[in-house]
C-alpha cells in the first residue's frame, strides 16, 4: 500500500424527490490508498449504493467531491470497474464473448487480437472458469456468473475494483468460494477494492478498513475500524482466532447497539437472541 489513490472530501449528495430534496448522504470523508481493501456496512437504505456509485461515476455529488489521482470523478470510466449483485452479463454472448466486449472497448487500440485473445483467457483462469469458457449464463450456475462478471471488471485492469454486494444473490458456500477466490485474486494482484456487503463476517474476513455508516437520511461515516488480521487468511483459522471475534463484534455493536434500526418490538426478541451476522432488511 502506497499512496492515496481515492479521496472523498466532504462528499454529500442531494436527490430531488416529490416532497423537495432528499439528503442521502453527507459530510463522508475517505482516503483509499493503492491496494487497499475496504468494505462499506451499514443498514439498509443508508446510502452505500450511493457512495459507490458517487465513486463510479455514475451518480454526482452535490456536496464536495471525489478525486482520483487529482482529478475529479465526473462519469464512468474504465479504471473505475462495477460489478453489481447480478453480474449483468449479456445473455446471447458467452463468457469469453462477454469478456471480450470489454477488453475491445478498452484495449482496441493498444492490443493485437492475439494478445486480447490471451488476456481474456488469463482473466477466465484467474476466476477459475476456462472449463465454461464458450457457456452462455443460462448455462452456468449464479456463482459461476458472478465470477465472469468479476473477470470481466479484472479484464479492464481497473485501478479500482467496486463491488456491490457481489455475493449477496449467492447460497453461502458458493459465497465462500467466491470470498476465497477474490482474496487469492487480490494477494496476486494487488487491486484496490471498495466493497458493500452486509454480511459482518465477510467483511472482517476480506478487509483491510471496515468503513461503518450511521443510519439516513444524511448518512455519514460513523466508524471506520482498521482490520490487521495477517494475510493470507484462512476462514478456518479465523474461527479460531479471538482477534477475529473481537473485530466481529466490534462491527456488531456499531450495527446493533450503536446504531441500531431495530423497532421496539423486534429489540425485545433481538436482546434474548444471539444478534445476527447479517444486516438483513428486517434489521
Ligand atoms: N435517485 C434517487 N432519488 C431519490 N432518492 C434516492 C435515489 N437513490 C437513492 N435514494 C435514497 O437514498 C437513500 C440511500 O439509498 P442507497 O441505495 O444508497 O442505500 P443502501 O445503503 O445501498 O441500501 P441497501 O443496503 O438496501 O442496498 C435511500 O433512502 C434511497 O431511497
Redesign the pocket.
Known amino acids: 500500500m502506497e499512496h492515496t489513490l481515492l479521496e472523498l472530501s466532504q462528499v454529500g449528495i442531494e436527490?430531488?424527490?416529490e416532497n423537495g430534496p432528499?439528503c442521502?448522504?453527507q459530510d463522508i470523508n475517505l482516503k483509499v490508498k493503492k491496494g487497499e481493501f475496504i468494505s462499506l456496512i451499514?443498514?439498509?437504505?443508508?446510502?452505500?449504493?450511493?457512495?459507490?456509485?458517487m465513486v463510479a461515476g455514475l451518480?454526482r455529488a452535490t456536496r464536495g467531491g471525489v478525486v482520483m489521482h487529482g482529478k475529479e470523478v465526473t462519469e464512468p470510466g474504465p479504471e473505475r470497474a462495477v460489478v453489481f449483485q447480478n453480474h449483468s452479463l449479456l445473455p446471447w454472448l458467452t463468457a469469453y464473448q462477454n469478456i471480450e466486449l470489454a477488453v475491445k472497448t478498452v484495449f482496441k487500440s493498444t492490443m493485437s487480437k492475439g494478445e486480447m485473445k490471451e488476456w481474456i483467457h488469463h482473466n477466465l483462469n484467474l476466476v477459475h472458469m476456462t472449463h465454461a469458457a464458450d457457456k452462455r449464463p443460462s448455462e452456468i450456475s449464479g456463482g459461476m456468473k458472478q465470477r465472469v462478471g468479476i473477470a470481466r471488471a479484472l479484464a479492464m485492469k481497473p485501478e479500482i475494483l467496486l463491488m456491490?454486494?457481489p455475493f449477496g444473490a449467492l447460497d453461502a458456500l458458493t459465497r465462500a468460494h467466491l470470498q476465497d477466490s477474490v482474496m487469492e485474486i487480490q494477494e496476486q494482484l494487488n487491486n484496490t477494492i471498495i466493497m458493500?456487503t452486509?454480511d459482518v463476517d465477510e467483511a472482517v474476513l476480506l478487509s483491510d478498513r471496515i468503513v461503518m455508516?450511521t443510519n439516513?437520511?444524511a448518512?455519514t461515516i460513523g466508524e471506520i475500524l482498521t482490520v490487521d488480521l495477517p494475510r493470507p487468511r484462512n476462514r478456518i483459522a479465523m474461527a479460531e482466532s479471538t482477534d477475529y471475534y473481537q473485530l466481529r463484534s466490534q462491527v456488531l455493536s456499531f450495527l446493533y447497539e450503536k446504531h441500531s434500526k431495530i423497532e421496539p418490538l423486534k429489540k425485545e426478541r433481538h436482546k434474548s437472541n444471539r444478534p445476527e451476522a447479517v444486516?438483513s432488511?428486517a434489521s
Open positions: 436527490f430531488p424527490t432528499f442521502a448522504v451499514g443498514h439498509s437504505g443508508c446510502g452505500k449504493s450511493t457512495v459507490l456509485n451518480n456491490d454486494e458493500i452486509h455508516m439516513g437520511p448518512a444486516v432488511e
